[in-house]
Nanobody, 116 residues
Framework: QVQLVESGGGLVQPGRSLRLSCVAS????????MGWYRQGSGKQRELVAT???????YYADSVKGRFTISRDNAKNTVYLQMNSLKPEDTAVYYC??????????WGQGTQVTVSS
């Protein structure tokens, strides 16, 4: 059974930074692809960034150059460093794990609010 627990969300002023963390239980983290998604109020959930088991990354155009996804397999943790935050980044951020053996798993989400 894989469980994902996000942390690091909060209220931040525009232009500031936050780092989200997601810790995965179980033993498949290192062979899984990981991702961060977000869902703003009244909006559909959207992809923010992904990182494969081999370390290849992908970013949505809206966050490219501002956000960085990384992983630490020794700690079963994936990170999302968010810089130069904008009000439109306000959303609930969800951690995602994908491995072909079990499909997708989701965390409970962490709220990020960017406001002055």
């Amino acid at each position: 059974q894989v469980q994902l627990v996000e942390s690091g969300g909060g209220l931040v002023q525009p232009g500031r930074s936050l780092r989200l963390s997601c810790v995965a239980s179980g033993s498949i983290f290192s062979i899984s692809n990981m991702g961060w998604y977000r869902q703003g109020s009244g909006k559909q959930r959207e992809l923010v960034a992904t990182i494969t088991s081999g370390g290849s990354t992908y970013y949505a155009d809206s966050v490219k150059g501002r956000f960085t996804i990384s992983r630490d397999n020794a700690k079963n943790t994936v990170y999302l460093q968010m810089n130069s935050l904008k009000p439109e980044d306000t959303a609930v951020y969800y951690c995602n794990l994908y491995w072909s053996g079990i499909g997708n798993r989701w965390g409970q989400g962490t709220q990020v609010t960017v406001s002055s």
